[in-house]
């Protein structure tokens, strides 16, 4: 029912990862990867599996220009049984859709997307690493690639699917995190482009993270764009706040933040757990406050690659809170265990949201 993949294998398979090794985020490529290509009037073309390898763009392409440019990010797990599990892979290119009807690049198909990285992830499968915290993470992309200078959508694309086996995207594990608040710079705002995982929107918080971490600091939390004092998300993840016994997380409904398939599963754990949710406006100011009277017992971020990552200290203007001494807190934990135990197959799905290979 699916259009064909023509598969071409590599004559010269790669040095894999050496295991027991440190195996850094996002550095090695497996030996293939997926392509296809879209055509105005024809529509995605040529879907095929080849040889990773560095292609011939024309120096004209729109993306190099204008930035027509959308990503996604997901990780495919070894269980100890030998199958590989991917998690919630439709949310995914159903994100990448909304991501592409924001920047004016045609819808891909959901299924046929997740059929693609099933097949390009089943024929690297040697690929996937299992140490602790280690997977393999799946790296979706469409650029634009029509050799114009003029300012307009593309009439040409190319979509590829990179699998990249990695370790825990902080290289420190699951210890907890320093955040600094920025307050100067913004990363979204309404009817924007936030809600979307297109390159600008990461080319643009460079320069705070560079900030950030020339103080110290590993990520950088955003404000709002507007008044600069409501909590919008991490550089790549969302964040939640454990307040009176309660996760609390920025509401995603203005459009400025990243609705993180994370974040939703964590929201659906709680829920299930018994635990209240509350999906709002949270102030700086409420978060310092719920800081320092104790009110807030646990922070924690949340995305694909960092998994979930207790946040130990948070810097805003001249204050500095520490969350939890500093120490992962046991809900934190909790959400950790629950999800990655879910991914490797170690806790039962009762959510149906993992998809085997
Ligand atoms: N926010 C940003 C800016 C991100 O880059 C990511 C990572 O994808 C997330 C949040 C978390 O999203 P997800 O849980 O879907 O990976
Ligand atoms: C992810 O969590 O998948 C991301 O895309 C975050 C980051 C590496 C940009």
Redesign the pocket.
Known sequence: MFPEIKITKTTTPKQKPVAGQPLPFGRNFSDHMFVMDYVRGEGWINPRIVPYAPFEIDPAAMVFHYGQAVF???KAYKCEDGTINLFRPS??FE?MNNSNDRLVIPEVDVDFCVHATKMLVDIDKDWIPSGKGESLYIRPFVIATDPFLGVRASDTYKFFILLSPSGAYYAHGIKPVKIYVEDTYVRAVRGGTGFT?CAG??ACSLIAQTIAHDKGYEQVLWLDGVEQKYIE??????IMFVIDGKLVTPSIAAGS?????????CIEIAKSMGMEVEERKISIEEVIEAGKSGRMQECFG?????VVSPVGELKYEDTVITINNGEIGPITQKFYDTITGIQSGKVEDTYNWVVKV
Do not use: D, F, H, Q
């Open positions: 996604e990010g997901m949310c995914n994100r995982k929107n990461y998300e991490v550089g790549a993840m969302n933040i990243l609705p993180g398939i994370t974040r939703r599963s949340c995305g694909t690659a960092a």
